[in-house]
């Protein structure tokens, strides 16, 4: 491992503070007293037992990805930046793969693939660091085949704060004979911020044995085939749209435990954008490949008059992707950077979002899709960038019991992500409002909100979204705890009482004492 040297607080008067008071979404800009960028788990302990005699609220930045404001406030005095703990590496004393909570999801996979052959099954987007990332029960373009990203988890360390203001590093493991198991268990899908300070993961596959890390975690395929396709909006009706929809949910509903070889996204783009579009991967080396796609490819149009084209334009998080029309097969490591990094939208410095998700376990009802279109075709708002993203579940992810992790919707056969981007400050209500109505509209049979039943499953804890919280907007019998945890939630406030009985690390949806 390299050598650190501490770099010590940036305060308002250094020229480096404008750039660590915010992350991705500008809306949320803070005002901290200082921002510590620790280089060592010692230093995370010493700042944070200086805050609490100090009395300082404190918040914690893995990669500034957040959606709310839970880390930009005007209420926290201190900033723990952990993005200079970024390393990845074997620890043959846990024969495991540690990875910092600073390492993003690229660079993770640019040193454990190349390296080993093996990969830890995170997400897409190659700025997301590990910190928020795992705690909040991360998926991936690999999940349906090997699960979330903590059912590799095998210990987490993390610096929490006693009954007395003691502040500590504590690691907690996978196994249940570990006295620390129930931080290890929070730390599978409660998300962050309520803890303490995740410092590094490590992580090994249940059931990998030796001390090879060629052998502690999946392997990818070798190879994926890449398919990018669209629908032009202006030759589409509005039956057509619904059983493009519909045949996606269907699919993934049909497929929940099978085909783990696939995953796909269904961008339902506002009308402005021009075209819908569809990604699907699967993988090269599996059985029949190319017959799995193409047979993906035409159930998702079957019913639809008009044939898929190229997709020509970026999409929410997906690039413009023309060369895909035609199906190619690319090395995995390249597909994923590819994918991840190619949309400009994310490296937007002026980026204004808002976000919500939903967890499907059905098809839609009529009642949703009506709900989709209409808010899609608005013509209040001509914004390319606003639309539902629909993405794959179920699989491997489904292997797992509910309450085996925190990440409690294992049932579900497929995601939705409301996503809307700008950069005028002065259309935040214009924007905000088309999110909030459109979501409002497409569950409104459940009171503005996809709770828990035959039908929705709740929502991503790491897509957090204040107005679960809000009873104008959620006006169901389901608070967000609810949405975000369900039966899970009792137990992930015993061990709040337990690591965190002082409230010292909390935000506006972090888990509440008992």
Known sequence: METREHTGAVTQQDARYADLVSGLNQRYRGTPESVHLPRSTEEVVAVVQDAVDRGKRVSVRSSGHCYEDFVFNPDVEVVIDMSGMSDVYFDPHRRAIAVESGATNLRTYQTTYPRWGVVVPAGFCYSVAMGGHVCGGAWGPLARRHGLVVDHLEAVEV????????????TASRSPQDPNHDLWWAHTGAGGGSYGVVTRYWFRTP????????????????????????W?????????????????????????????ELMSQLVLTHRSAGQIGLLALVDATAPDAESVLSSYLRDINAGVSVTPGALTTPMAELPAMPQFVNTRS???????????????????????AEYKSAYMR?????????????????????????????????????DVAPDATASAHRDAAYKLQWQVFWNDPAEDDLHVRWARESYAA?????????????????????????????????????????????????????????????????????????
Do not use: M
Not at 159 to 170: F, K, P, T
Not at 207 to 230: E, N, R, T
Not at 335 to 350: E, H, Q, S, Y
């Open 330 to 352: 690319l090395p995995w490591l390249q597909a994923i950077r590819l994918l991840g990094t190619t949309n400009t939208t994310l490296n937007d410095p002026t980026l204004r």
């Open 207 to 230: 059931g990998a044995s030796g001390h090879d890390p060629a052998g502690l975690l999946p392997q990818p395929p070798a190879s994926l085939l890449v398919s990018a396709v669209s």
């Open 159 to 170: 610096v929490v704060v006693d009954e007395d203001g003691c502040a500590r590093a504590v």
């Open 442 to 514: 497409t569950y409104a049979e459940t009171g503005g909100v996809p709770v828990p039943n035959t039908v929705t499953d709740g929502c991503y804890v790491n897509y957090p979204d204040a107005d679960l919280g809000d009873p104008r907007f959620n006006r169901s019998s389901v608070d967000w705890h609810g949405l975000y945890f369900k039966e899970n939630y009792p137990r992930l406030q015993r061990i709040k009482a337990r690591w965190d009985p002082r409230d010292f690390f909390r935000h506006a949806q972090s888990i509440r004492l008992p």
């Open 232 to 260: 032009p909006w202006e030759e589409i009706s509005e039956p057509e749209f619904e059983r493009i929809a519909q045949n996606y949910a269907s699919w993934h509903v049909e497929h929940r435990r099978s085909t783990v």
């Open 362 to 398: 059905s098809t839609f009802p009529e009642s949703h899709l009506a709900a989709l279109h209409s808010h899609l075709t608005r013509t209040d708002i001509v914004n390319p960038t606003a639309a539902v993203q629909l993405t794959s579940y179920g699989g491997r992810i489904a």
